[in-house]
């Protein structure tokens, strides 16, 4: 559930804020006082200058030694022609927050990266050897990231020089945008509810996820190649290459103790909304839940290998990001098993035997009882029940004109039904899901990024005629001056009307 939501309200964003701006200028991030909340990552498009207030620079004294960190004002050199996508769309008022500010970590490479560069996991079987394959997987995730410290200060990737982190790992730009956009602390996103006893039968609270992505070198420079220039998206042939590795930290907001593999939690402090239909953003702590990878790896039938780990705290490692468990890994939709089966609401894993493009860890006192995918496919605990990874990735295009999954139409074909299972087809990597629409081949954020980036465009520098009346033209004459400053606060917590994704992803 958290995928549709989360992209309808990108699409309908109604905070729009430059996507990049000077790395020239010194004064940095800046926070409006006025929204409140609303920020973009480095310096605000119609921010009167009154109203913004500096936010707490990040401690640097946690980071490691040879890291390398340096303030933005001291790197004037990097960006094409001296860009920056935004780093977060929300951040806490200056005062309340003192910690690390998240970077966007945006020096995409030019290139394909050489061949020594890649990961030494491909070398494993990954149905053969599925569990030593995500294992070494996690490793490769892992490296660098784990400062060894504080877990707040894991995954912080300070871009501002060249340094190991910063050239293998990235992030995607333009997920700053919208109502679910970018918080500033970890540069989590806003993704769905989490409904009561979704996570255990012990778990009373209904709650929210929120999560970040990273991006490889080898995925980095099909960002780098479609972003090469930030006013002109390349669409054209998008195919990340082999050797592409994405991962996803997924957090959510329900409290530990309702939620037994929640026990010794990784807890991060994220800006996120009071509730999930909230739109007010208060500073709280999330605790980790699940790890989500996609591998390009050509000996893949498809040409993408999926993954997933679930957090089980009572596993207790002394590095608690290995509490991440394998919990199974997909290579395919298996487009015959047919059969309708949910469970979600688990108090036990239902394995599938059915299945030949899936393996879902067998151990269960390894795994914490899930509801897994329709059927029996592979998803976490945070996903929906009855979608799979490679199901709802496989409509990832530039233009979401399929919703992710067939249950979120007004009506909804029936399970198991030619129809349904159009989003069970085993698609190739760069295969499209509508024949008239680019791919972003199983990118579901990069679809958002190019969806974001259009939609603040045309709600910017242009009107479509089909939208114009007179009426709407007098009116924002007359807010003539500060029009975009004005638009921007007022429509704050209105999401408007929406196009044909949002009706469909919301029922
Ligand atoms: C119902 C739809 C849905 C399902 C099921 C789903 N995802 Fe996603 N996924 C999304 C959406 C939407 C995004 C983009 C927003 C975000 O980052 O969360 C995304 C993003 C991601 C990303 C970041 C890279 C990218 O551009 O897409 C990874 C990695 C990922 N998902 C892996 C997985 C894995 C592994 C599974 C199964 C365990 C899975 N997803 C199941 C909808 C889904």
Same mark, same amino acid.
Request: with cysteine; proline share 7%.
């Given at each position: 559930?958290?995928?549709?939501?989360?992209?309808?309200?990108?699409?309908?964003?109604?905070?729009?804020?430059?996507?990049?701006?000077?790395?020239? /200028?010194?004064?940095?991030r800046r926070v409006s006082a006025v929204a409140g909340e609303a920020v973009a990552g480095v310096d605000v498009v119609g921010q009167p200058a009154s109203e913004a207030a500096p936010v707490a620079k990040p401690d640097r004294s946690i980071l490691k030694k040879g890291v390398g960190y340096k303030p933005q004002?001291?790197?004037?050199?990097?960006?094409?022609?001296?860009?920056?996508?935004?780093?977060?769309?929300?951040?806490?008022?200056?005062?309340?927050?003192?910690?690390?500010?998240?970077?966007?970590?945006?020096?995409?490479?030019?290139?394909?990266?050489? /061949?020594?560069?890649?990961?030494?996991?491909?070398?494993?079987?990954? *149905?053969?050897?599925?569990?030593?394959?995500?294992?070494?997987?996690?490793?490769?995730?892992?490296?660098?990231?784990?400062?060894?410290?504080?877990?707040?200060?894991?995954?912080?990737?300070?871009?501002?020089?060249?340094n190991e982190l910063s050239k293998r790992w990235f992030h995607m730009p333009w997920q700053h945008f919208g109502p679910y956009g970018r918080e500033g602390i970890h540069g989590l996103t806003k993704e769905a509810p989490v409904q009561p006893r979704q996570l255990a039968e012990s778990q009373t609270s209904s709650?929210?996820?929120?999560? %970040?992505?990273?991006?490889?070198?080898?995925?980095?420079?099909?960002?780098?190649? %479609?972003?090469?220039?930030?006013?002109?998206?390349?669409?054209?042939?998008?195919?990340?290459?082999?050797?592409?590795?994405?991962?996803?930290?997924?957090?959510?907001?329900?409290?530990?103790?309702?939620?037994?593999?929640?026990?010794?939690?990784?807890?991060?402090?994220?800006?996120?909304? /009071?509730?999930?239909?909230?739109?007010?953003?208060?500073? #709280?702590?999330?605790?980790?839940?699940?790890?989500?990878?996609?591998?390009?790896?050509?000996?893949?039938?498809?040409? =993408?290998?999926?993954?997933?780990? *679930?957090?089980?705290?009572?596993?207790?490692?002394?590095?608690?990001?290995?509490?991440?468990?394998?919990?199974?890994? *997909?290579?395919?939709?298996?487009?015959?098993?047919?059969?309708?089966?949910v469970n979600d609401q688990p108090n036990k894993t239902i394995r599938n035997p059915k299945l030949k493009e899936t393996i879902i860890n067998e151990d269960d006192t390894e795994l914490p009882p899930t509801h897994l995918g329709w059927n029996g496919r592979l998803n976490g605990p945070v996903d929906n029940p009855?979608?799979?990874?490679?199901?709802?990735?496989?409509?990832?295009?530039?233009? *979401?004109?399929?919703?992710?999954?067939?249950?979120?139409?007004?009506?909804?074909?029936?399970?198991?039904?030619?129809?349904?299972?159009?989003?069970?087809?085993?698609?190739?990597?760069?295969?499209?899901?509508?024949?008239? %629409?680019?791919?972003?081949?199983?990118?579901?954020?990069?679809?958002?990024?190019?969806?974001?980036?259009?939609? =603040?465009?045309?709600?910017?520098?242009?009107?479509?005629?089909?939208?114009?009346?007179?009426?709407?033209?007098? #009116?924002?004459?007359?807010?003539?001056?500060?029009?975009?400053?004005? /638009?921007?606060?007022?429509?704050?917590?209105?999401?408007?009307?929406?196009?044909?994704?949002?009706?469909?992803?919301?029922?």
């Open positions: 559930m958290r995928g549709p939501i989360w992209i309808a309200s990108g699409l309908l964003g109604f905070i729009c804020w430059c996507a990049w701006a000077d790395t020239h /200028e010194p004064a940095g004002a001291e790197n004037a050199e990097r960006g094409r022609a001296g860009k920056r996508f935004a780093d977060f769309g929300f951040m806490p008022p200056a005062g309340s927050y003192e910690g690390r500010v998240f970077r966007l970590s945006q020096n995409y490479p030019q290139q394909v990266p050489q /061949e020594d560069r890649l990961p030494q996991f491909l070398k494993l079987d990954f *149905q053969r050897e599925w569990r030593a394959y995500l294992l070494a997987a996690r490793e490769y995730c892992f490296d660098g990231h784990i400062k060894g410290g504080d877990v707040e200060d894991d995954f912080f990737i300070p871009d501002d020089a060249p709650g929210q996820t929120y999560a %970040v992505a990273f991006f490889n070198d080898f995925g980095g420079s099909t960002i780098g190649r %479609v972003w090469a220039d930030p006013a002109q998206p390349n669409l054209h042939d998008i195919r990340f290459p082999h050797g592409t590795v994405i991962f996803k930290l997924l957090f959510v907001d329900i409290p530990p103790r309702e939620v037994p593999c929640l026990c010794n939690p990784i807890r991060w402090q994220g800006y996120i909304t /009071e509730t999930f239909p909230s739109t007010k953003r208060r500073v #709280a702590d999330l605790s980790l839940i699940q790890m989500d990878l996609m591998v390009r790896d050509d000996r893949s039938p498809l040409g =993408w290998v999926f993954g997933t780990y *679930q957090y089980n705290g009572a596993q207790s490692k002394k590095i608690l990001w290995e509490n991440l468990v394998p919990l199974g890994i *997909q290579w395919g939709n298996d487009p015959d098993v047919r059969d309708h089966h009855q979608s799979s990874c490679m199901s709802c990735h496989a409509t990832a295009q530039v233009r *979401q004109k399929s919703p992710l999954s067939p249950t979120f139409q007004r009506t909804p074909p029936a399970p198991g039904s030619d129809a349904w299972m159009r989003w069970f087809q085993n698609y190739r990597c760069g295969e499209r899901f509508d024949k008239d %629409v680019p791919t972003a081949d199983f990118s579901i954020q990069l679809g958002i990024s190019v969806q974001n980036y259009q939609k =603040w465009r045309s709600e910017e520098i242009g009107i479509s005629a089909k939208n114009y009346t007179h009426k709407a033209q007098k #009116a924002k004459a007359a807010s003539e001056g500060d029009s975009r400053f004005t /638009e921007r606060v007022n429509t704050q917590g209105k999401p408007q009307e929406s196009s044909r994704i949002q009706r469909s992803f919301s029922e």
